[in-house]
């Protein structure tokens, strides 16, 4: 593994994010900042380019072009290990955001997100211990229970990511026509 020869290595981030867009601004923003910030678009060129950098700090979106970004965080971690990476989605899920911090991520951010919030979300750590506490609190804090939209989302989500993000295999599982499953899967998520 090569390193980059900056002298503060915690100013290294990797955006990996498949929307050219938002990658630009949030590089051009963290540069603006004093971040040494680069972007990859697939889990590829992600690897790659932690191979040769080993970033101290990871923005990974959830969906990479349709394959989950969750099977990037262990693989980043083998590469550094003290690696901090915070995922972002669009459509968080209570399942996902589990998850990705069970498998070591630091943070799971929706989005939208200011870069202010981003970069605060680094210093942030859950154990895995207090992750069960963490939604068990959630649950039990909140008067008014999840409306019927929101448990679907839920529950789909879960499927999905049971069948590795495959839509075929999880509308079948659901007993539910694929373009149906791709429809409800392009809505954002009921708040509550």
Known sequence: MVRQTGNDMSKDILIIEDDDTFSAILVRALKRRGYAASSAKSATA???LAQTTAPAKVVLDLNLAGASG???IPRLLEINPACRIVVLTGYASITTAVDAIKLGAVQYLAKPVEVDALLRAFGHTLESNEISSVTNTVAAISPVP????RMEWE???RVLHEH???ISS???ALNMHRRTLQRKLL????NR
């Open 164 to 166: 590795k993000g495959n």
């Open 155 to 157: 529950h789909i989500q």
């Open 46 to 48: 992600a690897l790659s």
């Open 146 to 149: 999840m409306s019927v939209d």
């Open 70 to 72: 969750l099977d990037l």
């Open 187 to 190: 809505k954002r998520p009921a």
């Open 170 to 172: 999880t509308a079948r």
